[in-house]
């Protein structure tokens, strides 16, 4: 799969949050999300109740890859993703199908 790019953050937060939920209809989309090249959560459904995973960064440059496992009834598989940690926050509908991923790269500054 590619991967499509949804941001590039600079922080000095180490300690991040990534929130997820369905803004739209909840269809049965299922995403894992790796860290890294690390599996960091494997398959994830997402559902209009918010969901927080907490993430620790690594000095210099992260990538975090959102992988659809599914594409749910209604393609392609979305979902809203808030990051936030000290200081920051964003917001980032992620879209992801058989073909792409999205990738957040996220610079850790000390």
Not at 35 to 58: C, P, R, S, Y
Not at 100 to 108: D, M
């Amino acid at each position: 799969r590619k991967n499509q790019s949804v941001g590039k953050l600079k922080t000095k937060s180490e300690t991040v949050y990534l929130e997820f939920w369905d803004t739209r209809k909840e269809d049965g989309d299922i995403i894992s999300v790796y860290i890294n090249g690390e599996i960091f959560t494997k398959k994830l459904e997402v559902k209009h109740q918010h969901k927080t995973i907490k993430a620790t960064l690594k000095p210099g440059k992260n990538k975090i890859i959102f992988k659809a496992e599914n594409l749910g009834s209604i393609p392609p598989n979305t979902a809203a993703l808030k990051i936030y940690g000290d200081g920051f926050e964003k917001t980032i509908q992620l879209s992801t199908d058989f073909k792409r991923n999205n990738l957040l790269e996220i610079e850790l500054i000390k």
